[in-house]
Every structure is written in structure tokens, then in C-alpha cells.
């Protein structure tokens, strides 16, 4: 896992420029950095080394030297790809996957992404024509961001990178505000940033004379097999998800496992006995805390198991730091338990597996099964009555039933825009200073209904949230959380094999009356005690509703309410309003509340640039100590001058002495080792 960055083009200080860029992921890659420079291109690579620790760095060329690769991610079946290779004749001088791909692209031009297993987002560029081509992986794993300016393009793991080109003129996208305040997130491929966006998954970018042309190369098909029985169903997951569990292992560092109460990361960790799992739960009861399931299910299966308790006040005093590493606001409070349990893991491997994916792709989440129940529901009561019942429920407190009364009246492409729904389109425009900014969520989700217009209604759902709340949410807070403390985290179940399996299993075996899941809970039911196979899914359960009740927190958040900057974008006047509904018991506004208060904190600091300057500069120490922790528990650094004579075969350097002298100019830096400096890791 690292971080790449660049731009084409010329500046005034290209090298500075490009240093610059990478030097803000630098919690992306601790462990070193490198750089390719020409009169067209800048490119800039920050390691976290996982594989062939001593000879990975980036960037990597081919046999001519004409094509420059700079790579983020894993790829599983890079031996099997390698001996492909080998055998047309290509040479190799890494044990890298990262080399795999530069040979693969030169062999197989685009087709090599579809031959790929694994999680990826890089860049080639050819020296010949001056093209760049960059791709992400089938669902979305790694990042990768880019925008044009001036006809020149400028790409990163991460937005910070983007911020820090010269030419960049900062805007602030409000049309990112109106999505991101009905779905939690934003809607990509669009960003808070004006002119940037998120390359999609399963899809490549090629730049050219100029211009860019993004093309879809994979796309997420549902195709059930009606015919298939639940035995089968079940032997099919079980094969494909061992399998992918031990590809996802492979590394030359400790690989770890993030461990829950639920099935998903639990499934996973029988796979890891003798080796090290970390869970992290609420000091606030057992209704926000995972730790006694997850430490009893750890006996049970003999890992060295890693707990940590999250107070309110680190929980609260976090959410600055967590969101400047969101680069966007993320209104998901579970993304704050993610930063704690990935600062748990870094302290101990470098790697981690995760249960991300499982539900999206297997049927996991409650919603899924409201389809099953709605049926009867519209068959005994007539439109007109349920109609009258949502405007009624519409109107009451936040009681239970209140919200299926309000779904259940609208066909599913009115009722479902994915899981996560914050805002509606009267509440927008109440709560925005400026209504004619808001949209009906359902013009975001209409494009992914009609492409989805042949499928059950559950599978619709599943659809839906594989390409927008997985996309916008689950995979983005799970990449920045575990690269804001330098973990690599990977998820086996959003393995292409895996996919193969789930895309033929029929939506009876996945969502049924008797649990969500079914399918894959009955492969896990084989591997792990019958009270955790089949226990209802928590996700991270955060008790931010209960913390908006208590006065310091109230406070907290009316102060943020009252600023000029939320006087900027809101009506203070509404906001005050639900705060104070939710304070007093009247209706739970907590995740409206919580959406809006989110985005306030970030838009300070990216766009005010409140404490976002401090947050840097102790991120700088802290991936530090994270680089010297996890190097001494690996027992050997990747942080030392490889071979002299190994790197001028891969690079084509020509190391006379010990300052570079004879480097090739156009070759600046090919990797710049960075200095250990201890520092205390105790402090935030």
C-alpha cells in the first residue's frame, strides 16, 4: 500500500512541486519515496513496504525504459501473471508485483486489467507519445483523484496531493454539499473541490494531447442461478472465500485482522489462529462495545488478541484530525472507531484483513429484507391509506415504525436511495440559505435503477450500494482510516473470485426470512460457533445520539451551529432548532445534527484552514513512529540504500559515489529513503 501523485505540464519548481505532493500522503508510505521527472511529466511515490521490502521502490520501468509506472495497492496473482510474462519473454529484476503490472500494461495494453486480482490505483506514462494511463480497481478499493487544468492533467491517491499544485485554483463544489447531505457522503465521481473528481471503479483514464477519456472496463453484474440449491451455494462461498482469505495473506511483513461480534470480519479471522486480531468498542455499555464478544471468539480460535477502549472525549477530540484525513466530509461516525482500531493495528503489523464487502455483495444489511416485508403490506392496504399513513408519520416523533410507515408507501426507486439516507428534498430546502441548490436524491439513484431494471428488488438495493454507499462510504473511510495511521487494509471478500461466486448466488439464498446473509452465515456456521455465525449485524455502533444529549457535547455543536461558517450555508434558526429536539428528548435528530456538525468541521479546514496546518505537522511525526514501530516488528528495515548494482539494473541509475553522482537528470530521485526520527507516541 502507498500513495502516488502527479502532474504533467511545467511549473515554476517542478521537483519542489512534486515533492510537495507527496510529502502531504506521506502517512500513505513511511517507509520511502520516489520521483520521475521530465520536461512533460512529474510523477511522486510515497512506500509502505509489504512485498519484496528491500527492492519495491517506485517508480519501476520496463525493459527500455519507455514506460514509468508508479503503483498503490496489491495484486494477488502476480506470480501466475509474472511466469505469463516471463515466458513472452520479458525481464524481470524485483520480486515486486508492482513490476508485474508495468510488463503486463506493455504487453496487454488494457486488456491486462481484467487478468488483475487485487485492489489498485496507478499511473504509466509512456515517454513515447507523452500518454498517461491510470486505473482503479473493479470496486473501488484504492483511491485515485484527478482534474485538468489548463489542458494538463494533475492525479492522486488523495486530494491533499491535488491541493498542492501551484496552478490549482481552490473552489468550493456546492453542488457536492446537496448530495452529501442526503447521502452521508459524496456522490461520485464528483467532489467538494470544483474541477476534481474521483476516478469511478472499474474504470481507466487515459490522458492524451491534452485531453482526458474515461472508460468502464468492469462493472458489478448480477447474474443468479434460480436453479441453484443452498448445499451448493455454500460449498461454492466456502472454497472461493478460503482461497481468497489466503491469496489476500500473502506478504514478507505480519499480516493482522480487524475482529468484531459479527460474522464478517469473524469468518475471516479463523483463518489467522496463532496471529494477531483488534477489536475497539465505546466506554459507554455493551450496546457500544464489541470487545467482550470479539475477546471470547478469540479464545475460542487462538489469536493474540489487541483491545482498546474509545472514551467520548478521544472520540470527540478525533473528529478534526479524522476528517483532514477524509480529504471530504464523511458524516459516518463509525469512520472515528475505524481510526482508532487502525491506530491499535499499526502499532503491531503492518497489514491488516477486514469483513468490508460481505454485505453489499452477500445481502447483509436489515433494508434488504423490506421488500419480503412490504409485499403483504400493499396487498392488504390500499395506496390511498398508505399514503395518508406517510403524512402522518411524517409529522410524529421518531418512533419505532415511523420510518418503514414513511418507505413502505412508494414504490423501491422512490424508497430506497441507499443505506444511508440523511435529508430529503423539503428538508434541503428548509435547512439550506439557499434552496435552489437542492435536488430530489432520486436523481442520483434513477441512472442506477434503470440499469438494474431486470433485477428483484433486493437485488436492486444491493446494486445500489455496491456502486454508491460502498463507493462513497465504506471503502473510502476504510482506506483513509488505515492509511492515516500507515496499515495497509485489505478485504478479502471484495475478491474478483469471491465476486464470480455472489454475482450467480439467487436472492432467496442471500436474503430470506430467516436471516440476511443466508447463504454465506451457513459457510461461516462450518468455521465458527452458531451465536456468532448468525448474530445481527452492529457495523460500529457509535453512541453519538446518546452524546448529543449530554451538555458538554450539546454545546459543542451549538457553538459550531452558531459560527459564521455554518451562517455561510445554513438557517441557523433550523439547525438550533432539531439540535435542541434532540437534546430534549423530542425526536432523535442526532444524524442530521451529526451530518451537518461533520461537515462544518471540515470545511474549516480545508477552506478556512483552521488547525488543518497543525494536523499536518503532527501527522509528520506520528507516521515517523508508526515507521519505526512496525520496521522493529518486521526485524529488518526498508528504509536502507538497496544494492547499488540491483538498482542500476532496474532503474537504469548509475550510482559512481555515495552522493549520486552519474544519476540520470531525467531520473531524479528514483527513491529518496526518509530518516527514522523517534517521537512520542503518545501524543495526538
Not at 474504470?203 to 451448493?232: C, I, N, Q, S
Request: proline fraction near 4%; glycine fraction near 6%; aromatic fraction near 12%.
Amino acid at each position: 500500500m502507498c500513495g502516488i501523485c502527479g502532474f504533467t505540464g511545467q511549473v515554476v519548481d517542478k521537483s519542489k512541486t512534486v515533492r510537495k505532493m507527496a510529502e502531504v500522503i506521506t502517512h500513505r508510505g513511511p517507509d520511502s519515496s520516489g520521483f520521475y521527472e521530465d520536461d512533460r511529466i512529474a510523477m511522486g511515490f510515497r512506500r509502505l513496504s509489504i512485498i519484496d521490502v528491500d527492492a519495491g521502490h517506485q517508480p519501476i520501468y520496463n525493459e527500455d525504459k519507455s514506460l514509468v509506472l508508479t503503483f498503490n495497492g496489491e495484486i494477488y496473482n502476480y506470480k501466475e501473471l509474472r511466469e505469463e510474462l516471463v515466458e513472452a519473454g520479458h525481464k524481470f529484476y524485483t520480486e515486486t508485483d508492482s513490476e508485474v503490472l508495468v510488463h503486463g500494461f506493455e504487453q496487454w495494453g488494457e486488456d491486462m486489467l481484467m487478468r488483475l486480482r487485487g485492489m489498485f490505483g496507478f499511473a504509466i506514462y509512456n515517454k513515447e507519445d507523452g500518454s498517461v494511463f491510470i486505473a482503479r480497481d473493479f470496486f473501488g478499493i484504492k483511491p485515485m483523484h484527478y482534474t485538468l487544468i489548463d489542458g494538463e492533467l494533475v492525479y492522486g491517491s488523495e486530494i491533499k496531493s491535488i491541493l498542492e499544485h501551484p496552478k490549482f485554483e481552490k473552489k468550493f463544489n456546492i453542488k457536492a454539499l446537496d448530495n452529501y447531505l442526503s447521502f452521508q457522503y459524496v456522490v461520485p465521481p464528483e467532489t467538494f473541490f470544483e474541477g476534481v473528481y474521483c476516478l469511478l471503479p472499474g474504470h481507466f483514464l487515459w490522458y492524451k494531447h491534452g485531453e482526458v477519456m474515461t472508460e468502464r472496463y468492469f462493472e458489478a453484474k448480477f447474474d443468479p442461478d434460480e436453479d441453484m440449491d443452498e448445499t451448493d451455494a455454500v460449498n461454492m462461498i466456502e472454497a472461493a472465500f478460503e482461497n481468497s482469505v489466503n491469496a489476500h495473506k500473502i506478504a514478507d511483513v505480519e499480516v493482522g485482522c480487524f475482529l468484531s461480534s459479527g460474522v464478517d470480519s469473524s469468518y475471516v479471522s479463523t483463518y489467522f489462529a496463532d496471529q494477531k486480531t483488534f477489536t475497539v468498542g465505546f466506554d459507554f455499555g455493551e450496546k457500544y462495545n464489541e470487545i467482550s464478544w470479539a475477546s471470547r471468539l478469540s479464545e475460542k480460535i487462538g489469536v493474540d488478541h489487541h483491545t482498546k477502549l474509545i472514551t467520548s472525549e478521544e472520540f470527540w477530540d478525533a473528529v478534526p484530525r479524522v476528517q483532514y484525513f477524509m480529504d471530504q466530509p464523511l458524516a459516518d461516525p463509525s469512520c472515528i472507531a475505524l481510526y482508532f482500531v487502525s491506530k491499535l493495528a499499526s502499532e503491531h503489523v503492518k497489514v491488516v484483513l477486514s469483513g468490508e464487502g460481505a454485505d453489499e455483495l452477500f445481502g447483509g444489511y436489515q433494508v434488504y429484507r423490506s421488500p419480503m416485508n412490504q409485499r403483504l403490506y400493499h396487498k392488504l392496504v390500499p395506496y390511498f391509506i398508505r399514503k395518508g399513513l406517510r403524512a402522518i408519520a411524517r409529522k410524529m416523533p421518531d418512533i419505532k415504525g415511523r420510518d418503514y410507515l414513511i418507505r413502505a408507501c412508494d414504490p423501491l426507486e422512490e424508497a430506497f436511495i441507499g443505506n444511508a439516507f440523511m435529508y430529503n428534498y423539503e428538508e434541503k430546502c428548509e435547512l439550506l440559505k439557499d434552496p435552489s441548490i437542492a435536488t430530489r436524491p432520486q436523481d442520483v439513484t434513477k441512472p442506477f435503477y434503470r440499469r438494474a431494471r431486470k433485477y428483484d428488488d433486493v437485488t436492486k438495493m444491493q446494486y445500489l450500494d455496491i456502486n454508491l454507499w460502498m463507493v462513497g462510504d465504506i471503502l473510502l473511510k476504510a482506506d483513509r482510516m488505515s492509511m492515516a495511521n500507515s496499515l495497509e487494509l485489505r478485504v478479502p471478500f471484495l475478491d474478483k473470485e469471491v465476486w464470480k461466486v455472489a454475482s450467480r448466488i439467487p436472492s432467496r439464498l442471500r436474503v430470506n426470512r430467516v436471516n440476511t446473509k443466508y447463504a454465506l452465515r451457513q459457510a461461516a456456521l462450518r468455521h465458527l460457533p452458531q451465536e456468532t455465525a448468525e448474530k445481527e449485524k452492529l457495523g460500529f455502533p457509535v453512541p453519538t445520539r446518546v452524546w448529543l444529549r449530554d451538555e458538554k457535547f450539546y454545546n459543542v455543536v451549538k457553538q459550531e451551529f452558531q459560527s459564521p461558517t455554518a451562517q455561510k450555508f445554513f438557517n441557523i434558526d433550523v439547525l438550533i432548532n432539531w439540535l435542541d429536539d434532540h437534546y430534549e428528548g423530542v425526536a432523535d435528530t442526532s444524524r442530521n445534527v451529526w451530518t451537518v456538525y461533520v461537515f462544518l468541521v471540515w470545511y474549516k479546514q480545508y477552506f478556512e484552514e483552521v488547525s488543518a496546518t497543525e494536523i499536518k505537522e503532527d501527522t509528520v511525526a506520528e507516521v515517523e513512529a508508526i515507521a519505526e514501530t512496525q520496521n522493529a516488528e518486521v526485524s529488518q528495515s526498508t528504509i536502507t540504500t538497496p544494492d547499488p548494482d540491483r538498482l542500476d539494473a532496474l532503474f537504469g541509475l548509475a550510482f559512481d559515489d555515495e552522493d549520486g553522482a552519474g544519476v540520470d537528470e531525467n531520473l531524479l530521485s528514483s527513491q529518496e529513503a526518509e530518516e527514522e526520527t523517534p517521537t512520542d507516541e503518545s501524543e495526538e
